[in-house]
């Protein structure tokens, strides 16, 4: 019910318009408890839509759960009903190797739509506006994607109908009426991209040019269109148009399209190739991300199928191979995961899925996958009587290594490098305080060691295990020194160079690298809080040190 104690709020045209298509309409209104959308929550209950209030509190500040309660009681206030989760955000980050801000959307966008299934949503409505997708715009033009389409107004069931509306009508709307909103500070923290556009991009550029938000979100708009025309003709393409005739344009959007279909993802640098190569008429071959191989030749292109492995040893009683099933789980080290999950984090296009041989026990777990390095359950190598996992014991000597720095009183980072028969060829460990150098990180110690042993600088069969993502500086060596595979243990958000902070490797380069996130990735993010633990507070500190040490074995 209503509360007939409210005012009655007035909605100005521009923010009430979009809204009128919801009349009558069950909708889920995502609402943080900040003004825009705050402001989309009084106007959509203006227009008589039956909203239903979602909230996830993403329990990443000490006062997100003030927010959620400050969220609830203005539901209440208004007589609609509300649903409220909590997810500890930063667990899953680190579970998955994914960043902050990227996990926040994920598990933002996958409780939402649980929400709207839950109570028969027919859509879920977020409240960005023209800023942020002015926003958006710019940050896909640094990045340097190919086009700078912003967000969406529609993507399946998220709406988006203040993508038209600026700020200022929206502030003074919740002025008029009276209405407060929660302040976040991390909307102003410049360690995250948008905030820093936000906070010390925008402002100078709009000083200079003042009408920069509505002609970067006519861009999105324009740029929308032309993606739509394209994507037309790229879909439409006979195959027998000889393809030196095709536009770029097109062409780049055929391929991608094929791709995408094929379930793979290509950075920029790919498609370039491949769509050069086409347009030529001149072979080339690829490998993409994920191990699939790709050949341009003749003007065509040819994907080569995914390759499974059957397992190469005895098959313990009471296992069975089979394909996957739906709800398939795998006990991993650091915990229970859905196989499709891991299937999706091992990058296997979605249509060869259910080629992928499995190897379960007598109760359905599996307890091996067929993918190439071959995922095995926790415990399950010992039952099969195979070795240890070469990665998982080369990362326990990088932990070793990241401890000896602790010690020392250093950030604990340790690396080691293995050579091309596995052997370890390179040790070592952070000793920037030692030397007073910010250039001694554990990773140029173990590719220099590794580079005297081997009696070369070029390390290209060689891998590179250490304990925390790579920064900008370490990955430029490793990708100088022609390293050929990167295997590393917990995230860096604050910066790492492989999708903590930014994603190097998008960028074409001349060399060809795999990486491997997330091995052993528990104990060595740990090992880092600990150590900070211990430096902020010497006593509370030490007891959570031992316990990181304690936690070496489990992985
Ligand atoms: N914790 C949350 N719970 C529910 N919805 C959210 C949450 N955070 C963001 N959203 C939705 O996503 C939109 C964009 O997110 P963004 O982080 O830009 O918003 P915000 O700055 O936190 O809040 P607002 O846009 O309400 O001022 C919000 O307008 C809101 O609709």
Not at 221 to 241: E, S
Request: glycine share 10%.
């Amino acid at each position: 019910m209503s509360n007939p104690s409210r005012p009655t709020v007035r909605v100005p045209t521009a923010l009430a318009r979009p809204l009128d298509v919801y009349r009558g309409q069950t909708v889920v209104a995502a609402v943080s408890g900040g003004a825009d959308s705050v402001a989309l929550l009084l106007a959509l209950h203006a227009a008589r839509a039956r909203v239903v209030v979602a909230h996830l509190d993403h329990a990443l500040r000490p006062g997100s759960g003030a927010d959620a309660a400050w969220v609830a009681a203005l539901a209440a206030d208004l007589g609609v009903p509300a649903v409220l989760e909590r997810v500890e955000v930063a667990a899953v980050a680190t579970r998955r190797g994914w960043n902050l801000e990227d996990a926040a959307r994920r598990v933002r966008y996958d409780v939402l739509s649980r929400m709207a299934r839950a109570h028969g949503g027919v859509a879920i409505l977020t409240a960005h506006t023209r800023r942020d997708q002015a926003e958006t715009v710019l940050i896909q033009l640094l990045r340097g994607e190919a086009v700078l389409t912003g967000m969406p107004a529609r993507r399946g069931s998220v709406h988006r109908p203040w993508l038209d509306v600026g700020r200022a009508d929206l502030e003074a709307f919740l002025h008029a009426n009276a209405q407060s909103w929660r302040e976040d500070d991390s909307n102003a923290d410049p360690a995250y991209t948008r905030a820093w556009l936000r906070t010390q991009v925008m402002p100078i550029l709009t000083a200079r040019y003042p009408g920069l938000e509505v002609v970067l979100s006519r861009l999105a708009r324009y740029q929308t269109q032309d993606d739509a025309a394209l994507t037309a003709h790229a879909t439409a393409l006979n195959p027998h148009v000889p393809r030196d005739r095709v536009p770029l344009a097109v062409l780049r959007r055929r391929v991608r399209q094929e791709l995408r279909s094929a379930g793979l993802d290509v950075h920029a640098g790919h498609l370039d190739t491949l769509v050069d190569a086409l347009h030529a008429g001149s072979t080339t071959h690829l490998t993409l991300p994920g191990g699939r191989d790709v050949t341009v030749t003749g003007g065509d292109l040819h994907l080569k199928p995914s390759v499974f492995d059957s397992p190469a040893f005895a098959v313990p009683d009471g296992w069975t191979l089979r394909t996957p099933e739906s709800g398939d789980q795998i006990g991993l080290p650091a915990g229970t995961r859905l196989l499709s999950d891991v299937l999706t984090d091992r990058k296997v296009p979605r249509a060869d899925r259910s080629l992928v041989p499995v190897l379960v026990d007598g109760a359905g777990q599996v307890q091996w996958t067929g993918l190439t390095p071959a995922v095995w359950a926790a415990g399950a190598r010992e039952v099969a009587g195979q070795p240890a996992d070469p990665l998982h014991a080369a990362m326990g000597e990088a932990l070793t290594l990241a401890r000896d720095a602790a010690a020392a009183q250093e950030v604990p980072v340790g690396a080691v490098v293995l050579g091309p028969d596995g052997a370890v060829v390179g040790r070592g460990r952070n000793r920037s305080r030692e030397h007073g150098d910010m250039t001694r990180h554990a990773e140029l110690d173990a590719l220099r060691e590794a580079a005297a042993t081997l009696g070369t600088p070029y390390l290209t069969a060689c891998t590179l295990v250490v304990t925390l993502e790579p920064c900008p500086m370490c990955l430029g060596a490793a990708m100088e020194a022609r390293i050929g595979h990167i295997v590393y243990g917990a995230a860096n958000p604050k910066a790492g160079a492989l999708g903590g902070v930014t994603d190097v490797l998008a960028h074409h380069w001349g060399t060809r690298l795999t990486v491997t996130p997330g091995v052993r990735a528990r104990e060595a993010a740990r090992l880092l809080r600990g150590t900070f633990a211990a430096l902020r507070n010497p006593r509370t500190g030490a007891a959570r040190q031992e316990l990181a040490e304690g936690d070496e074995g489990s992985g």
